[in-house]
């Protein structure tokens, strides 16, 4: 006898001992009168099926007695009088076409089964239970539960429903409370025999609700009742329609990964390819989109993108708004729908909630998507309305802002002005993004500039007593950006005991950097503080070098040779630079390294050009960000004069106009005029 064929006999015997047949009630999936499904020329149920042979579904909890519930992994869920359990696969017959049950598990007396049967004869449907009066009546997840003991009636997935929507309306600590109550509660049992029951004549919605409220209320998925629920929505996948397809996504996001539950994903991604067009209502669309899942094949992404570009005249607010949200956890970045999502939000930009400026911009940055118009519409709106902004929502949406790369210059000066004027709203957290935020993107304004330091620098003073090693170091990094070195923080940081325990502890390589940064400034910038870094360093690897061979044929053609300039010349306190050119002193003439003479002579002019990908500027502007102004800042102190080159515009440039701008950088002005004769052109 086969393994399959053993397997399917231990199952029947197991059922047969727990469902005397003396005692069952049966209820026919027909009984309730369900309306007929138009089915697709093939079953979708039987694909999904396939998938589910024994010995590849997960295990399932199969509960005897009065317990339905495990005490799961994490010690959250726990039953009393659970006596044994064994561990089989999902096969087919864990959902039989008729439903046996033990009259004694059954939470329905021999009354309410009569009448039920009696229903069921005449075709006609129980007196549903409404879920909004469960929920009214109710305020707690045991009221529910006594309210389902007393009286059950259809559907029950109305009580797991009201419970769900209960809990979300509590604290975390009193949901917690709640749910142990629940799991321990003797009809929560009764209640989930009553669900599976109803599994094969519940509406598809229900079934779908029931499932999706058990999952957050944190009924472990590999139990019984949730299994078999997702069994029957396998089974019955072909009477979705549009509404059940946004419950269903949503669902499956709620759900943990799974081989049940991937099988599931495919089912929907199947039937959301066949019904994208008869889609109707927009809500549903970015719902199904949201939910889908970022490896959704692209040619289903680009049918969702097309379906949402022909909807965009029935576009409300809300609708562009969400669209954001949607494109970014569906990963699709469609230019177009963004751009068109864009003009709407700008033009309503007036009374839009925090959360969702939030959700925008987040989801700008994970779809590195850049648009100037939305983002100075953002911050001109927060700047014009700054007093009604709280300072913590000001400091999260320049966060988003700096992980973007812009710099809303209006919007800084404004907050700026704030702190110097009101420097005891800051606190730890505070000090730390701000300084981050301003120092990232090299901002300052003027006067306020060395106040506004001296405020932050102040408040961190006051936070040494409970701040950590690794926070502190970021933020006097942060200053050492901005060229301002706050005496007490650095005397703390300084200590052996704080730098070995950076060195032992935490993200060792991004500490020695910045700790390499910090030595650096102490010994090239003009501080109060004279004291190097004492400990010895592990060297930091060496910066990546380029080759920039655009730029390197351009310098060859401009001054004359190879000996004329030189490639990747590394530089005390790990600086590199892409090219060094030699010249004299009134940078109007290009000396070759190859001169002795030269080399040694007092009276040169050292000019490093560095080649600047667009990711060190700010976004849309010139403007250098934190660390590449140190950098130009520590050059200058050495000696050389920079020239910034921009790669990206080098490299759409053609070759006489890429010669005629470096040369311009790199000469002085009233040089210019004398410097034709060291020109040599290969044209």
Same mark, same amino acid.
């Given at each position: 006898?086969?393994?399959?064929?053993?397997?399917?006999?231990?199952?029947?015997?197991?059922?047969?001992?727990?469902?005397?047949?003396?005692?069952?009630?049966?209820?026919?999936?027909?009984?309730?009168?369900?309306?007929?499904?138009?089915?697709?020329?093939?079953?979708?149920?039987?694909?999904?099926?396939?998938?589910?042979?024994?010995?590849?579904?997960?295990?399932?909890?199969?509960?005897?007695?009065?317990?339905?519930?495990?005490?799961?992994?994490?010690?959250?869920?726990?039953?009393?009088? %659970?006596?044994?359990?064994? #561990?089989?696969?999902?096969?087919?017959?864990? @959902?039989?076409?008729?439903?046996?049950?033990?009259?004694?598990?059954?939470?329905?007396?021999?009354?309410?089964? *009569?009448?039920?049967?009696?229903?069921? /004869?005449?075709?006609?449907?129980?007196?549903?239970?409404?879920?909004?009066?469960?929920?009214?009546?109710?305020? /707690?997840?045991?009221?529910?539960?006594?309210?389902?003991?007393?009286?059950?009636?259809?559907?029950?997935?109305?009580?797991?429903?009201?419970?769900?929507?209960?809990?979300?309306?509590?604290?975390?600590?009193?949901?917690?409370?709640?749910?142990?109550?629940?799991?321990?509660?003797?009809?929560?049992?009764?209640?989930?025999?009553?669900?599976?029951?109803?599994?094969?004549?519940?509406?598809?919605?229900?079934?779908? =609700?029931?499932?999706?409220?058990?999952?957050?209320?944190?009924?472990?998925?590999?139990?019984?009742?949730?299994?078999?629920?997702?069994?029957?929505?396998?089974?019955?996948?072909?009477?979705?329609?549009?509404?059940?397809?946004?419950?269903?996504?949503?669902?499956?996001?709620?759900?943990?990964?799974?081989?049940?539950?991937?099988?599931?994903?495919?089912?929907?991604?199947?039937?959301?390819?066949?019904?994208?067009?008869?889609?109707?209502?927009?809500?549903?669309?970015?719902?199904?989109?949201? &939910?889908?899942?970022?490896? *959704?094949?692209?040619?289903?992404?680009?049918?969702?993108?097309?379906?949402?570009?022909?909807?965009?005249?029935?576009?409300?607010?809300?609708?562009?708004?969400?669209?954001?949200?949607?494109?970014?956890?569906?990963?699709?970045?469609?230019?177009?729908?963004?751009?068109?999502?864009?003009?709407?939000?700008?033009?309503?930009?007036?009374?839009?909630?925090?959360?969702?400026?939030?959700?925008?911009?987040?989801?700008?940055?994970?779809?590195?998507?850049?648009?100037?118009?939305?983002?100075?519409?953002?911050?001109?709106?927060?700047?014009?309305? =700054?007093?009604?902004?709280?300072?913590?929502?000001?400091?999260?949406?320049?966060?988003?802002? $700096?992980?973007?790369?812009?710099?809303?210059?209006?919007?800084?000066?404004?907050?700026?002005?704030?702190?110097?004027?009101?420097?005891?709203?800051?606190?730890?957290?505070?000090?730390?993004?701000?300084?981050?935020?301003?120092?990232?993107?090299?901002?300052?304004?003027?006067?306020?500039?060395?106040?506004?330091?001296?405020?932050?620098?102040?408040?961190?003073?006051? @936070?040494?007593?409970?701040?950590?090693?690794?926070?502190?170091?970021?933020?006097?990094?942060?200053?050492?950006?901005?060229?301002?070195?706050?005496?007490?923080?650095?005397?703390?940081?300084?200590?052996?005991?704080?730098?070995?325990?950076?060195?032992?502890?935490? #993200?060792?390589?991004?500490?020695?950097?910045?700790?390499?940064?910090? #030595? *650096?400034?102490? +010994?090239?910038?003009?501080?109060?503080?004279?004291?190097?870094?004492?400990?010895?360093?592990?060297?930091?690897?060496?910066?990546? /070098? &380029?080759?920039?061979? +655009?730029?390197? $044929?351009?310098?060859?053609?401009?001054?004359?040779?190879?000996?004329?300039?030189?490639?990747?010349?590394?530089?005390?306190?790990?600086?590199?630079?892409?090219?060094?050119?030699?010249?004299?002193?009134?940078?109007?003439?290009?000396?070759?390294?190859?001169?002795?003479?030269?080399?040694?002579?007092?009276?040169?002019?050292?000019?490093?050009?560095?080649?600047?990908?667009?990711?060190?500027?700010?976004?849309?502007?010139?403007?250098?960000?934190? =660390?590449?102004?140190?950098?130009?800042?520590?050059?200058?102190?050495?000696?050389?004069?920079?020239?910034?080159?921009?790669?990206?515009?080098?490299? +759409?440039?053609?070759?006489?106009?890429?010669?005629?701008?470096?040369?311009?950088?790199? &000469?002085?002005?009233?040089?210019?005029?004398?410097?034709?004769?060291? %020109?040599?052109?290969?044209?």
């Amino acid at each position: 006898m086969s393994n399959k064929a053993s397997s399917l006999l231990w199952n029947l015997k197991r059922f047969s001992t727990l469902i005397p047949r003396s005692k069952t009630l049966r209820l026919h999936p027909l009984g309730f009168c369900r309306p007929k499904i138009v089915h697709l020329s093939w079953n979708l149920r039987n694909l999904l099926l396939n998938d589910f042979d024994v010995g590849r579904g997960p295990p399932v909890r199969y509960l005897f007695h009065d317990a339905f519930i495990l005490k799961a992994d994490d010690g959250c869920a726990q039953t009393k009088g %659970l006596h044994s359990a064994a #561990d089989f696969r999902v096969d087919r017959m864990l @959902c039989p076409r008729r439903l046996s049950f033990d009259s004694k598990h059954s939470l329905v007396s021999d009354r309410t089964v *009569t009448s039920n049967e009696g229903m069921l /004869s005449k075709g006609i449907r129980p007196t549903p239970v409404s879920r909004r009066k469960v929920f009214e009546q109710c305020n /707690s997840l045991s009221d529910v539960l006594d309210m389902f003991s007393k009286a059950p009636t259809f559907p029950s997935s109305n009580y797991f429903s009201a419970m769900w929507t209960i809990a979300k309306r509590m604290s975390d600590d009193q949901k917690r409370f709640e749910k142990q109550l629940m799991f321990s509660h003797p009809a929560f049992n009764h209640l989930c025999e009553q669900v599976m029951r109803e599994a094969k004549i519940m509406h598809y919605d229900h079934l779908l =609700f029931s499932l999706h409220a058990m999952v957050k209320l944190g009924v472990p998925q590999n139990t019984l009742v949730v299994q078999t629920l997702l069994r029957m929505i396998q089974e019955r996948i072909n009477e979705c329609d549009e509404r059940s397809l946004s419950i269903l996504s949503t669902l499956l996001e709620a759900m943990e990964p799974c081989n049940n539950v991937h099988v599931l994903r495919a089912g929907l991604r199947i039937l959301v390819d066949q019904k994208i067009w008869k889609i109707e209502r927009v809500f549903t669309l970015q719902t199904v989109m949201k &939910y889908i899942g970022k490896d *959704t094949p692209v040619a289903l992404k680009k049918k969702l993108e097309m379906k949402a570009l022909r909807e965009l005249d029935r576009f409300s607010l809300l609708n562009s708004q969400r669209m954001f949200e949607v494109l970014a956890a569906m990963d699709h970045r469609s230019v177009v729908l963004l751009d068109e999502c864009s003009k709407m939000v700008i033009d309503n930009i007036h009374g839009c909630p925090f959360k969702i400026l939030m959700n925008i911009l987040q989801s700008c940055k994970d779809l590195q998507y850049r648009n100037l118009d939305l983002f100075k519409g953002i911050a001109d709106y927060v700047t014009t309305t =700054f007093d009604v902004w709280k300072l913590k929502q000001v400091i999260f949406l320049l966060i988003s802002f $700096e992980n973007l790369g812009f710099r809303p210059v209006d919007l800084m000066d404004m907050l700026m002005k704030k702190i110097v004027e009101e420097p005891k709203c800051l606190n730890t957290k505070n000090i730390l993004s701000i300084i981050h935020v301003y120092s990232s993107l090299n901002h300052c304004s003027g006067n306020q500039n060395k106040e506004f330091l001296e405020v932050m620098a102040s408040g961190l003073t006051g @936070c040494l007593h409970h701040i950590s090693s690794e926070n502190l170091l970021n933020a006097v990094y942060s200053f050492c950006l901005m060229n301002y070195f706050p005496l007490a923080p650095a005397n703390q940081l300084l200590q052996k005991g704080v730098i070995n325990e950076l060195l032992t502890s935490g #993200d060792r390589e991004k500490n020695v950097h910045k700790l390499h940064v910090l #030595d *650096t400034c102490l +010994k090239l910038d003009e501080t109060a503080y004279h004291k190097a870094i004492d400990i010895q360093l592990p060297q930091p690897p060496l910066p990546p /070098s &380029y080759p920039n061979t +655009k730029v390197s $044929e351009v310098l060859r053609s401009l001054l004359g040779g190879d000996e004329c300039f030189l490639k990747n010349v590394q530089l005390p306190h790990n600086y590199c630079i892409d090219f060094e050119i030699r010249m004299d002193s009134n940078r109007s003439q290009v000396l070759s390294f190859s001169d002795t003479d030269v080399t040694s002579a007092t009276h040169i002019q050292r000019v490093a050009v560095l080649c600047i990908p667009r990711s060190l500027y700010c976004w849309n502007s010139s403007h250098p960000k934190g =660390f590449l102004a140190m950098k130009m800042r520590h050059l200058n102190i050495m000696g050389f004069h920079v020239v910034l080159v921009h790669n990206w515009e080098i490299e +759409k440039l053609k070759m006489e106009d890429a010669v005629s701008l470096l040369k311009t950088k790199i &000469y002085s002005v009233e040089a210019l005029p004398t410097s034709d004769v060291n %020109l040599q052109s290969t044209y």
